[in-house]
Structures are given as structure tokens and as C-alpha cells.
């Protein structure tokens, strides 16, 4: 008597086309919906940084004021014993904030630096209406916070485009041409009491925060 043939069930290896083209189309789905989500993580969190390094620039400026007599830290000092026609603001407040990093925004690629100066690379820009009066030589060119009334409205810095090859920016020259709207279509500014926020051209473009 032959034995009785035990039917063997046979298991599949593997996932069919159609499967594999579910999970595709499932991932493709969640890839699309969390993308956007992180990319907008991560750009708060540079606009976090960047708005952390003007605050910084800020009170570095205000221990600079403290050393000078309430004066303003120039756009550039006018020494040309460096072989360029002075230093930056950048270096003159290093000794204060002893950090190179904080110069730049994440978001600039290609961080800048002033023609004709000694300088570090930077983002940002300081404004020449305080910082950037007429004349040469080693003496302060600068305003004095005594002569300032509403400070609280006085743009410092602020982001600056990378093509500029400058420190800063005057509004009577070049209004916002040489301001960079990194973050979202807004720039990072910072005021010369102390506070920092982003602003859209249309709330930036105004005299009364440039112009003392």
C-alpha cells in the first residue's frame, strides 16, 4: 500500500509589482505632506539664528558704546596702517563677542566682505547714517546715543545682500537695494535698543528708521 502524499503548502517569497507600487505610492504621499514640514522647521530655526546673532551684534555695540563714550561702533575706522583704508565694524566689536560665527546668517551662502577693508566675511549690514560720517583720519566718525532721541526705531544692522562688498548701507543712497530678504520674504533687523524682529520691505522701507 502506497503512503498517503502530505500536500505541502507553498508560501510566496517576496511582494508582487503591484504591492511593491502601493508602498511606492504610500511613500511618495508622506514624502510629499512631511517635506514641507521640515523644510519649514529648519528654516525657523535659521531665522532663530539669525535673529540670535543680531541680538548678540547688538549688545556687543552697546559694551563698545560703554568704552567710547556712549559713541557708536564706526563702519570702519579709517586706520590705514592695515594697507586698506581701515577696519570694519566687524573686527572692531571681535573683542566683544570673540566669535566669528555670529557674522553670518545661515541662509547666506556666500558671506561678504568690504572692499578696501580690513574685514571678516559677514551677512549683515550696519547702517551708515549713525555709523558712517564724512572724514578721515583715526577719530570717531560715529554719532553719540546723546544725540539720538527714539532709539527704539533706529535700525543698527540688519541682512545684507551677499553681492554688496560692503559694511553696511545708506538709506538716502540706496534705500533697500542692499537689504537681503532671506526669511521668507522678510529681513532680520536689529534696532538700536537692543530688540531684533523680521520685517517685510514695506515695513522697513521708511526714513524714520534709518535717518536719525
Request: hydrophobic share 40%.
Amino acid at each position: 500500500m502506497m503512503p498517503a502524499t502530505v500536500a505541502v503548502k507553498q508560501h510566496r517569497g517576496g511582494f508582487t509589482l503591484i504591492e511593491l507600487l502601493v508602498v511606492i505610492a504610500i511613500i511618495a504621499v508622506l514624502a510629499g505632506l512631511l517635506f514641507p514640514v521640515f523644510a519649514k522647521a529648519r528654516g525657523s530655526a535659521h531665522t532663530v539664528t539669525c535673529i540670535s546673532n543680531i541680538k548678540q551684534l547688538l549688545e556687543a555695540a552697546q559694551m563698545y558704546r560703554s568704552d567710547y563714550d556712549r559713541r557708536l561702533v564706526p563702519a570702519r575706522n579709517w586706520d590705514t596702517s592695515h594697507g586698506t583704508l581701515g577696519v570694519s565694524w566687524c573686527l572692531l566689536l571681535q573683542p566683544y563677542i570673540k566669535n566669528k560665527e555670529i557674522l553670518t546668517c545661515p541662509l547666506d551662502s556666500a558671506p561678504q566682505t568690504a572692499r578696501n577693508s580690513t574685514d571678516l566675511p559677514h551677512s549683515y549690514g550696519i547702517n551708515y547714517s549713525l555709523t558712517y560720517l564724512t572724514g578721515y583720519g583715526q577719530q570717531h566718525l560715529t554719532r553719540s546715543m546723546s544725540s539720538l532721541e527714539d532709539v527704539s526705531e533706529l535700525i543698527m544692522f540688519f541682512d545684507m545682500k551677499s553681492e554688496v562688498g560692503a559694511m553696511g548701507s545708506s538709506y538716502m543712497a540706496h534705500r533697500l537695494s542692499r537689504v537681503a530678504f532671506h526669511h521668507t520674504d522678510k529681513a532680520s533687523v536689529g534696532f538700536l535698543d537692543g530688540h531684533a524682529k523680521l520685517l517685510h520691505a514695506n515695513q522697513v522701507d521708511d526714513g524714520k528708521f534709518w535717518i536719525p
